[in-house]
T-cell receptor, first 116, second 113 residues
Framework: EAGVAQSPRYKIIEKRQSVAFWCNPI?????LYWYQQILGQGPKLLIQ????????DSQLPKDRFSAERLKGVDSTLKIQPAKLEDSAVYLC??????????????FGSGTRLTVV | TQLLEQSPQFLSIQEGENLTVYCNSS?????LQWYRQEPGEGPVLLVT?????EVKKLKRLTFQFGDARKDSSLHITAAQPGDTGLYLC?????????????FGKGTKLSVIP
């Protein structure tokens, strides 16, 4: 089965510019997650969708980050304007069930963002 | 304060040696997952443990969930260079109408041939 697809793989932008990431989850996975992984740390949840609705966005910096999953399938994560501290790998994951008990979470390869 | 503490942070061993990495928390989790992440890739699920005291084996890897469901360990027997990677534990909890998976910072393992 196809995995979680993410694009682009790499992005370099200047601070205060905007950037968008795209994710296509595994077919049939209703739950989609965006994680931020700063170098040397574990992934931190930014937002969780169940179908096209937001379940948890408590750790999303809403003044600059936004995400949508309009048709309940693929999703985009946007940063506007970017700050230096946003440099990280942005991982998209999907799961069959909300707790990930059935098959766990399947992660994409991530987008490595560098803000200069 | 890190919810999940993993130790050691770094581990470098010779091929054929045994090792154990730990994942500790003061919180109770409904389940706990272990992932391995290689450079430039996303984490890949190794195992999910659900029941306190549960032990699961995956070839040379043995995973244990603490009786109180607050901690876990991963033991690798006769490590091989292919085991090199970042090992992440992640605990699942429910709250505010959602289930959240919280990751530790990981243990970076290097197995030297």
């Amino acid at each position: 089965e196809a995995g979680v697809a993410q694009s682009p793989r790499y992005k370099i932008i200047e601070k205060r510019q905007s950037v968008a990431f795209w994710c296509n989850p595994i077919s049939g996975h209703a739950t989609l997650y965006w994680y931020q992984q700063i170098l040397g740390q574990g992934p931190k949840l930014l937002i969780q969708f169940q179908n096209n609705g937001v379940v948890d966005d408590s750790q999303l910096p809403k003044d600059r980050f936004s995400a949508e999953r309009l048709k309940g399938v693929d999703s985009t994560l946007k940063i506007q304007p970017a700050k230096l501290e946003d440099s990280a790998v942005y991982l998209c994951a999907s799961s069959f069930d909300r707790q990930g008990r059935v098959g766990g979470y399947t992660f994409g390869s991530g987008t490595r963002l560098t803000v200069v | 304060t890190q919810l999940l503490e993993q130790s050691p942070q770094f581990l470098s061993i010779q091929e054929g040696e045994n090792l154990t990495v730990y994942c500790n928390s003061s919180s109770v989790f409904s389940s706990l997952q272990w992932y391995r992440q290689e450079p430039g890739e996303g984490p890949v699920l190794l195992v999910t443990v659900v029941t306190g005291g549960e032990v699961k084996k995956l070839k040379r890897l043995t995973f244990q969930f603490g009786d109180a469901r607050k901690d876990s360990s991963l033991h690798i027997t006769a490590a091989q260079p292919g085991d090199t990677g970042l090992y992440l534990c992640a605990g699942a909890r429910s709250g505010a109408g959602s289930y959240q998976l919280t990751f530790g910072k990981g243990t970076k393992l290097s197995v030297i041939p």
